[in-house]
């Protein structure tokens, strides 16, 4: 006879079916989760690329199109898109992500008339940032003259950067109402809105670009229209029945709360903006290495493919920023933890997918710009470099996201500061010039601050205390309600 209890004991193997029966469940539950979580964060990444890629492809088009213009015409429409526009762009875009915040913790805690007050709110507080910001458009032609463009460039700029004024007037609305909707799971129509604005894009701008031959202020114009269309298609649907639940009409709660507001905008728009110019210093710097024109031709091609793939990661951003304010707001701490780590997860995949795809098509990827085999060879040597850049570039703001999602920007935008300017730059310098690395190691200096900056947000986020952000998330929700007395009504 065997042992009491032994392997054969009916007892003991009923236990062990029992205890392998709940493993087997909690890995489907776990699988169940994870496809679930996957999925809505999609809805919202999904949408959200392509409408980045739209609206990024308007400012390509119109760059395309010119062209067909003169050399300096060409000059001072990309010095006008990727340095003047780029600072505003970056700075409101980190601007408008507070709103993601609140809006995002307000539709999950369910206080959904916030949502409308909030949007007020930052209509606001990022047009007056945007009217503080003209300086850059206005004296765009001294500021070029200063740093050493010639008088032809940079007054050819000057006017372009004047005319651009529209175009940057409409980024407080159409950023903020596309988060607004965001916000709330809406991501179908700020997908066909972004889709209809290129398409009608292209059509404007080959009627009146190439047949009208308007010229460059025509066609610095058509951009701005683009825009303009979207505010308008967007703020229409709000408006018009769409969002019958959070946009209930124009409120003068909408002034109250400003300098909290602004805190937090602020916060985000440095956040942003650090890391919108990081890379974009590289591209300064390398205009004074040997065989300059090539090194900024070859990082040319790099940076623009670079920007387009980054809009997949500011996808996830937005995604993660909305799934962890919406739990936050809910009050379920366990649920913004999971989605941070599918999140996580999901854009370090997407990640490893294009820095292979980099790696293996390197080559191919330059002629699609260039026929020149210098140039062709210089971003050959820098496909590595690239490689790492985007993959670190697919990790970070998904942990940014969290910060967005959170309500913590200010910390990131200090952790910005530390990492790429005070760690990033210098040793960039140093292995470039001192060194003698040249663009190489300048570039590989540079990666080392972004490798410090995801190292810290990992550290944060791992150590995230979620109950606490819960807690905190409704005492600013509380806040909000006892200034409001609607809300207050409700609660």
Partial sequence: MRAEGGEDDPLTLLLCHHHQDQEDAEDCNLIRRTWQESKELWQIAGPSIFSRIAMFSVTVITQSFAGHLSDLDLTAISIVTTVIISISFGFMLGMASALETLCGQ?????????????????????????????????????????????????????????????????????????????????????????????ALHVFVSWLFVLKLEIGIVGTILTIGFAWWVSVVALFAYTVCGGCPETWTGFSVQAFLGLWDFFKLAVASGVMLL????????????????????????????????????????????????????????????????FATTVSVLTSLAVGLLFWVTVLAFNKELAMIFTSSIPVIEMVNDLSLLLAFT?????????????????????????????????????????????????????????ITGTVVQTLILVAITMRLEWEKEVHRTRIHIAKEATSNPMISAQL
Wanted: net charge positive; aromatic share 12%; glycine share 10%.
């Fill in 106 to 198: 307000a539709y999950g805690a369910k206080q959904y008339h916030m949502l409308g007050i909030h949007m007020q709110r930052s209509w606001v507080v990022l047009f007056l940032c945007s009217l503080l910001l003209l300086p850059l458009f206005v004296f765009a032609t001294p500021l070029l003259k200063l740093i050493g463009q010639t008088d032809a460039v940079a007054e050819q700029t000057g006017l372009v950067a004047l005319w651009s004024i529209p175009f940057h007037l409409s980024f407080p609305f159409q950023m903020t109402l596309q988060r607004f909707l965001q916000s709330q799971l809406k991501m179908g129509v700020i997908a066909w809105v972004s889709g209809g604005v290129l």
């Fill in 274 to 337: 650090l890391e919108n110019f990081y890379y974009r210093c590289l591209v300064i710097m390398s205009g004074f290495m040997n065989n300059a024109e090539i090194s900024i031709e070859a990082l040319s091609i790099c940076m623009t493919i670079y920007a387009w793939e980054s809009m997949i990661p500011l996808g996830f951003l937005a995604a993660t920023g909305v799934r962890v304010a919406n739990e936050l707001g809910a009050g379920n701490a366990k649920g913004a933890k």
């Fill in 390 to 446: 985007i993959l670190l570039n697919c990790i970070q703001p998904a942990l940014s996201g969290v910060a967005v999602g959170s309500g913590w920007q200010a910390i990131v935008a200090i952790i910005n500061i530390g990492s790429y300017y005070l760690v990033g730059v210098p040793v960039g310098v140093v292995m470039g010039w001192l060194l003698s690395f040249g663009l190489k190691g300048l570039w590989a200096g540079m």
